[in-house]
């Protein structure tokens, strides 16, 4: 696990509270102390064995949206931080089903992917979800993500890649939303990287562990990200780039395996991961593409916080806003909050809900027909608050750019 | 490619970025953390008079663009709902939480009272469990001020939130919804009356469009004024946040959470900088133009060790006050430039912004975040080659 938690990185926090001043969840719910208290400041107390404190109250309440590290003047590690102290204290609790569950997306997506329509008819259903609220204390009213009827690597299985020689190669990591919630986006980027001759390779990965962080289920990320490492190391071997469509996988194999994780060799993949829209902003053939047909309509774009964190900036904006003909209204809104499976618990419910108040007014105010953003679960959120249908950058850009083929 | 890359998301840079964007140029700001700017009071204060007697102050080369960008600074932050008050050639004065009278030049619209002999009746209004307002301190300096000559009667009244204890960005928000929102005007409204001027700590909504403080005008019938102070400052806060979501409007392309680490040339041009991402991957970005905007030493702009101070990207010059460690004189260290804001005259396309610039210390010429709104436009113009500007300087 994290290695260099001393006194010293510790010390960089100058307790200015900006950390504070930008946590979504703080701001919506008094019962959290907010990042600095439970994090740095409890931290300091009890690394002296002597000053030792119990657990700090409502450190559960921590989405690891890493706002606080963004945030931070000083480079503190606080999201991480407080992942340690809270998988701690959630170990000694003991762990409920639902964190178990919701800990890897793969042992539920793996069964519901075959029975779609029914799962997501009985998610809708309210005597169900009140059932969950009550023996497993999943929330009642925010919306489950659809469940897609054949997941990415099926289709993917069975689709025959056209790419002229001499070509190149990616590796895709489609993340369990993509595969199991919306293969579309998956879709999308392969036909894309088809046009630019690239044949993407898909290895057999389990979950990127992010789930399973958020559930404060440490080994079980730790499990994951060697399995996911040692899939990728023969293509990073050969210098071959590996890509992400969604924002949160991306984040945890660039920053969580080598960070909180504490997997030193994980550093030494870092330079071949890249943000799909990133990978094909970066690519010289792509300007030819983007003098497709032009997409209409007017769209607001989300950023996803894990995106901002991984601190590639927004490429699919910028992709998009080559093609659109009206500029995409950035909503700049901050945090869905949704955060993966932390909304759907029943306790974190009205903090969801709560934060996504500022969302819906971004919304209401813009007045978009169609709203986009790159995380699966944002997306989920979006369609919360709006009703309005929610895009990955790469669904619209592939509509237009491999129409002629 | 961009025609300017930004470094810092401080308000330099943000206005950099906006001279830009103005243009419809192709504009990206690289941001690691938020600095000093969302940390103020959200009060701008520029001091011509104080400016002009520190020597070789920055302020000379900005003095014909101080008037353009200080309206072009007001028309950012009302695109977002946030109205700032003032102009750069007057003092607008103010009040603190402590009840004492400070000078700025813009103020949000919230903080502003215009005729303060007008009102007879003053209510200082706190809230249970929030400890950075005391309005019995509030209202013993303000009787003592003389600002309120015609004052007849104040009073402290203290609104129960119903929590135990209060995070200030949580209130400043919880008071804009529903319920709470409607029991703070319940509680005030046997307050109300004529010539009553209210008074709250900086925590009438967290959002730059939130217009609490008006709409409990306009229902109470009274004047009621946001004081700045307390920690973390929600004023700076919707300053911060006006700024970056106007630029994002605008067109302007951010990059957050990455350091930038070196550069970059090509005779005497930077040709890219290099940035250190989240997970410690290294890439470069192109430009044509950049500016350095990262602030002092809080923002990291400046790094101090007991050896030495320096700028740790482009390892420009930096100026070391004299007797440094008396009287704040180290607050004017920085990075010297030529007259065109560059720091380095082997690199013509790099120019320097904000309070990272020598000579310039925000204690004595009470000139911080005014200083920084024109140096930051004025690098902003000159980067992208404005051939008036470049006359004019």
Redesign the interface.
């Known amino acids: 696990m994290l290695k260099d938690i001393s006194l010293e990185t510790l010390n960089h926090c100058a307790k200015c509270s900006t950390c504070t001043a930008n946590c979504p969840v703080a701001k919506v719910n008094p019962d959290f102390p907010g990042p600095k208290a439970v994090g740095p400041d409890w931290l300091r107390l009890s690394l002296n064995a002597e000053t030792k404190v119990d657990y700090p109250e409502g450190i559960e309440y921590c989405s690891n949206c890493k706002n606080c590290e963004i945030a931070c003047p000083s480079g503190v590690p606080v999201a991480s931080l407080n992942q340690l102290t809270r998988a701690e204290k959630l170990k000694k609790k003991g762990f409920r089903l639902r964190e178990k569950l919701f800990a890897n997306p793969r042992l539920l997506g793996r069964i519901a992917v075959n029975f779609a329509g029914l799962v997501n008819f009985f998610t809708k259903i309210k005597i169900f979800r009140l059932i969950g609220k009550t023996l497993f204390g999943i929330s009642e009213n925010i919306s489950f993500p659809a469940y897609a009827h054949k997941s990415f690597s099926r289709w993917f299985g069975s689709y025959r890649q056209k790419v002229n020689k001499p070509k190149n190669k990616v590796v895709y990591f489609p993340g369990c939303f993509t595969e199991y919630n919306k293969p579309e986006v998956g879709e999308a980027l392969v036909k894309i990287l088809n046009r630019l001759n690239y044949e993407v390779i898909v290895p057999e990965f389990k979950c990127c562990g992010q789930p399973a962080i958020g559930n404060g289920r440490l080994d079980t990320a730790q499990e994951f990200a060697h399995f996911n490492l040692s899939q990728l190391k023969k293509y990073v071997k050969d210098g071959t780039p590996v890509l992400f469509s969604c924002p949160s996988c991306l984040l945890t194999f660039k920053e969580e395996y080598g960070g909180l994780l504490g997997i030193e060799e994980a550093r030494e993949f870092v330079p071949y991961f890249y943000e799909a829209g990133e990978f094909l902003r970066g690519l010289q053939e792509i300007d030819k593409l983007l003098e497709c047909e032009p997409i209409e309509g007017k769209y607001a774009y989300h950023e996803p916080c894990h995106l901002k964190a991984s601190g590639v900036g927004t490429p699919g904006l910028e992709l998009l806003n080559e093609v659109a003909v009206n500029k995409i209204v950035p909503l700049d809104a901050g945090c869905c909050g949704l955060s993966g499976s932390y909304g759907l618990k029943a306790e974190k419910e009205p903090i969801t809900e709560a934060i996504g108040q500022n969302l819906k007014k971004a919304i209401d105010r813009h007045a978009p027909e169609a709203l986009v953003t790159e995380c699966g679960m944002c997306g989920v959120q979006l369609n919360n608050v709006s009703g309005l249908p929610v895009y990955h950058p790469l669904e619209l850009l592939a509509e237009k750019i491999t129409k002629e083929s | 490619m961009y025609d300017l890359v930004v470094i810092g998301a401080g308000m330099s840079g943000l206005m950099a970025a906006g001279a830009g964007a103005r243009r419809q140029k192709k504009v ?1 700001v690289v941001a ?4 000093a700017l ?2 103020s009071s959200g009060c701008i204060d520029f001091n011509p008079g104080l400016l002009e007697r520190e020597e070789g102050s920055p302020y000379f080369k900005v003095r014909e663009v101080v008037e353009e960008s200080f309206n072009f600074f007001k028309y950012l932050v009302k695109r977002c709902g946030l109205n700032y008050v003032g102009s750069p050639s007057e003092q607008t004065r103010i009040f603190t939480t402590l009840g004492t009278v400070k000078n700025s030049c813009l103020v949000p619209e919230s903080m502003f009272l215009e005729n303060p002999d007008s009102y007879e009746r003053i209510i200082a209004v706190g809230f249970k469990g929030y400890f950075d307002f005391s309005p019995k301190m509030f209202l013993y300096y303000a009787k003592k001020s003389g600002i309120f000559p015609g004052l007849k009667e104040t009073e402290e009244v203290y609104f129960e939130p119903g ?8 209130l400043a ?2 008071l804009t ?1 529903g319920e709470l929102k409607e029991k703070l005007i319940a509680f005030l409204k046997p307050y109300a009356r004529p010539k009553t001027l209210m008074v709250f700590p900086a925590v009438l909504g ?2 730059p469009e939130d217009r609490l403080f008006k709409e409990v005008e306009e229902v109470l019938g009274v004047k009621v004024v946001e004081l700045p102070g307390g ?3 929600v004023p700076g ?1 919707r300053l911060h946040k006006a700024l ?2 106007s630029l ?2 605008m ?1 302007v ?6 350091e930038v680490i070196g550069y970059k040339k090509n005779l005497r041009q930077v040709t890219s900088i290099k ?1 250190k ?6 890439r470069e970005i192109s430009g044509k133009a950049f500016v350095l905007a990262t602030g002092s030493f ?3 702009g400046l790094r101090a060790n007991t050896e030495e101070i320096c700028e740790p990207i482009f390892q420009s010059k930096v100026y070391l006050p004299r007797n440094f460690a008396e009287d704040f004189n180290f607050l004017a260290s920085g990075i010297y430039t030529d007259e065109y804001l560059r720091p380095i005259k082997e690199l013509e396309n790099l120019y320097g912004a904000g309070s990272i610039l020598a000579n310039s210390n925000y204690l004595k010429n009470n000139s911080g975040l005014g200083l920084a709104l024109a140096t930051g436009y004025k690098a902003g113009l000159l980067a992208l080659g404005d051939g008036e500007v470049r006359r004019n300087a």
Do not use: M, Y
């Not at chain 2, 929590?163 to 949580?170: D, E, Q």
């Not at chain 2, 392309?253 to 990455?258: D, E, H, K, Q």
């Open positions: 990206l690691k953390g938020q600095g969302s940390l929590v135990r204890t209060v995070n200030t960005t949580w928000q919880a919804r967290d959002l920690f973390p400052s806060q970056v979501s994002k409007e067109g392309n951010f990059l957050f959470n990455a940035i991402e989240s997970g410690g991957r290294v809080w923002g990291k």
